[in-house]
């Protein structure tokens, strides 16, 4: 089975905090992305990342920046919290092909900014 | 640019009665369609997915979905629904941009199963 974990399933973090959400699979996948969910909004994707040190802006990257330095691994990044970044933030990965069209989910982590 | 539109924000059932659950899309070319579950707490889970073929496609849980194009929709359905199904339910449309690949979601809908 496709795992894709994340570091925290709950954070809380003062305003102007510098905050880290790290994600991992371990399917070798090569595509894997950032959404946040805020009720009535769905998700929306921040980024993704289609390869190795490779990233494109999704929907909304305003305030929010990524790193891929290892495959598996996808980091996403507030350079200073703020309180409307208070959100769900999933984590998911695909393959290649055929395969890069069902993404597989972490669990999420609920990030609250105070 | 597509979209994708859940009409319902929650829907309360009785157990053991029929469930449909509403996506229409909006895409210029031919869309890949997947339906996904999202327990309390939890990631999101792929329930099932269409690509072409056979309009009518089967899914984890008893779930199945229909695929019509001419109403730009892709709902969602189950016969008999359980207390367990209780959750969030997204549906997505697929498309694929210059350099990757990303998913449209809809709003979700929340589905509430009255015992």
């Known amino acids: 089975d496709v795992k894709v974990t994340q570091s925290s399933r709950y954070l809380v973090k003062r305003t102007g905090e510098k905050v880290f959400l790290e994600c991992v699979q371990d399917?070798?996948?090569?595509?894997m992305f950032w959404y946040r969910q805020d009720p009535g909004l769905g998700l929306r994707l921040i980024y993704f990342?289609?390869?190795?040190?490779?990233?494109e802006k999704g929907d909304i990257p305003e305030g929010y920046s990524v790193s891929r330095e290892k495959k598996e691994r996808f980091s996403l990044i507030l350079e200073s919290a703020s309180t409307n970044q208070t959100s769900m933030y999933l984590c998911?990965?695909?393959?290649?092909?055929?395969?890069?069209?069902?993404?597989?989910f972490g669990p999420g982590t609920r990030l609250t900014v105070t | 640019a597509q979209s994708v539109t859940q009409p319902d924000i929650h829907i309360t059932v009785s157990e053991g009665a029929s469930l449909e659950l509403r996506c229409n899309y909006s895409?210029?070319?031919?869309?890949?369609l997947f339906w996904y579950v999202q327990s309390p707490g939890q990631g999101l889970q792929l329930l099932l997915k269409?690509?072409?073929?056979?309009?009518l496609v089967q899914g984890i849980k008893g779930f199945e979905a229909e695929f019509k194009r001419s109403q730009s929709s892709f709902n969602l359905r189950k016969p008999s629904v359980h207390w367990s199904d209780a959750a969030e339910y997204f549906c997505?449309?697929?498309?694929?941009?210059?350099?990757?690949?990303?998913?449209?979601f809809g709003t979700g809908t929340q589905l509430k199963v009255e015992l």
């Open positions: 399917m070798d996948h090569e595509n």
């Open positions: 990342s289609y390869d190795v040190k490779m990233k």
């Open positions: 269409y690509f072409s073929g056979d309009t």
């Open positions: 998911a990965s695909s393959g290649r092909d055929r395969e890069a069209y069902e993404q597989y």
């Open positions: 895409y210029g070319a031919t869309p890949y």
């Open positions: 997505a449309l697929y498309a694929l941009t210059g350099g990757g690949n990303k998913l449209t």
